[in-house]
């Protein structure tokens, strides 16, 4: 079947440390994107990325880096310069030209000991 | 920038009461899409808007487009308790630049 897998599901991270989220696809989708969402909250955009070798930054993107090397990869690097990382972290891709509905992966859940 | 509003934050209703949520762009939206968010889970498509005044229906859920293609809403008549979960609205900033409203979650009471 057709999707986004992310991983890892949960994750424990002290202060100070990096962490990188994985997020690939097999949608064939060009357009893939992250969101952070806290609770009771909604979506803010992080980065999204619309091509290989291409990203811009969304609302929040202080703290964090992407890299887009191939189609079907997206990871996300929380860094130590974010200060509240503790969230759920959400990828999505969207379908080609045509519609702007994104799929969304099941999430990571972070969280900052 | 551009904004999407949405309101309420909350809303608990009595299963068999009707819920809308309504979600408002400070810009004009060249479509607007609605997603809905169970519990413990991630957004989900539900419908994609694209017409000035358009209206559609999914069984129980109505979905209206405003005619200044700035504000939609969502209605549910008589809600169920699988009718449980955040709803979304989301327009595009700029092509492939997808904001989300802060969201409406919705409790039913049995």
């Known amino acids: 079947d057709g999707g986004i897998t992310q991983s890892p599901k949960y994750l424990f991270r002290k202060e100070g440390q990096n962490v990188t989220l994985s997020c690939e696809q097999n949608?064939?989708?060009?357009?893939m994107y992250w969101y952070r969402q806290d609770p009771g909250q909604g979506l803010r955009l992080i980065y999204y990325s619309q091509i290989v070798n291409d990203f811009q930054k969304g609302d929040i993107a202080e703290g964090y880096s992407v890299s887009r090397e191939k189609k079907e990869s997206f990871p996300l690097t929380v860094t130590s310069a974010q200060k509240n990382p503790t969230a759920f972290y959400l990828c999505a891709s969207r379908r080609p030209s045509g519609a702007n509905v994104l799929t969304f992966g099941a999430g990571s859940r972070l969280t900052v000991l | 920038g551009q904004q999407v509003m949405q309101i309420p934050q909350y809303q608990h209703v009595q299963e068999g009461e009707d819920f809308t949520t309504y979600c408002n762009s400070s810009?004009?939206?060249?479509?607007i899409q609605w997603y809905k968010q169970r519990p413990g889970g991630h957004p989900v498509f539900l419908i994609q808007l694209v017409k000035s005044g358009e209206v559609k229906k999914q069984k129980r859920l109505t979905f209206q487009f405003g005619e200044a293609k700035k504000n939609s809403s969502l209605h549910i008549t008589a809600t169920q308790t699988t009718d449980v979960g955040t709803y979304f609205c989301a327009g595009p900033l700029r092509e492939n630049d997808m904001r989300f409203g802060a969201g409406t979650r919705l409790t039913v009471k049995p």
């Open positions: 810009t004009t939206l060249s479509n």
């Open positions: 949608l064939n989708h060009d357009a």
